[in-house]
């Protein structure tokens, strides 16, 4: 998955306009832009620290970090500049890596997918980044000059946004719960939940 999903989600965009629309629009090619440079460096920053970590790198993890880029890079891709860009996507990389990896490992809850290590921490950390790189004097375009006091802001975002979807989650959770079981067991889980919930293997290598 890693191997072959990686580079189609480094170098895929979005359907643009035409060449000529891009180049009369900054608009336009704006978040074109950083949207590919904040996915590289988010790659390049999780490979670095598995390798440094780990001794080398992997297909898988480059992969990872090009969503942890796509991720952080969103609330800032109409505001950001190049350099703004590059330094999110470089932090998400580094910071993902040790939320999906290091801190997984130490509070033990059960992400396979890495949920929470990619996409949540890489939209916290894109999301405040935000309110440091939109600003003016750092290339950005945003129309806020006070760093701090938009940085605060986007704060205060983050935290009614985990306030909004631990409740809801948790109404979800609770609703599906009387209807179906959570998760299976753990003979099931070793099994495989192809096999185990619908009796058929998903890769036959």
């Given at each position: 998955?890693?191997?072959g999903?990686g580079?189609?989600?480094?170098w895929?965009?979005?359907?643009?306009?035409?060449?000529p629309?891009?180049r009369?629009?900054?608009?336009v090619a704006?978040?074109?832009?950083?949207?590919?440079?904040?996915?590289a460096?988010?790659?390049?920053g999780w490979m670095?620290?598995e390798?440094?970590?780990h001794?080398?790198?992997?297909?898988?993890?480059?992969?990872?970090g090009v969503?942890?880029?796509?991720v952080?890079?969103?609330?800032?891709?109409?505001?950001?500049?190049?350099?703004?860009a590059?330094?999110?996507?470089?932090s998400?990389?580094v910071?993902?890596f040790?939320?999906?990896?290091?801190?997984k490992?130490?509070?033990?809850y059960?992400d396979?997918?890495?949920?929470f290590?990619?996409?949540?921490v890489?939209?916290?950390?894109?999301?405040?980044?935000?309110g440091v790189?939109a600003a003016p004097?750092?290339?950005?375009?945003?129309?806020?000059e006070?760093?701090p006091?938009?940085v605060w802001?986007?704060?205060?975002?983050?935290?009614f946004t985990?306030l909004?979807t631990?409740?809801?989650?948790?109404?979800?959770l609770?609703l599906?719960?009387?209807?179906?079981r959570?998760?299976?067991?753990?003979?099931?889980?070793?099994?495989?939940?192809?096999?185990a919930?619908?009796?058929e293997r998903g890769?036959?290598?």
């Open positions: 998955g890693g191997g999903g580079p189609a989600m480094l895929s965009t979005p359907p643009p306009p035409s060449p629309n891009i009369e629009n900054p608009v704006r978040p074109l832009r950083v949207t590919l440079g904040a996915r460096a988010a790659a390049l670095a620290a390798w440094i970590t001794g080398k790198p992997s297909a898988l993890g480059i992969a990872s969503v942890a880029g796509l952080a890079i969103t609330p800032a891709a109409g505001t950001a500049g190049p350099a703004g590059i330094a999110i996507g470089l998400a990389g910071v993902c040790f939320c999906a990896t290091t801190l490992r130490r509070l033990g059960d396979s997918l890495d949920v290590g990619v996409h949540a890489g939209g916290i950390v894109g999301a405040l980044l935000t790189f004097a750092l290339g950005g375009f945003g129309t806020v006070d760093i006091a938009q802001v986007q704060a205060k975002g983050v935290g985990i909004y631990t409740v809801v989650t948790f109404v979800l609770k599906v719960g009387l209807a179906i959570l998760r299976v067991d753990e003979e099931q889980e070793a099994e495989g939940l192809d096999l919930l619908h009796n890769y036959n290598l």
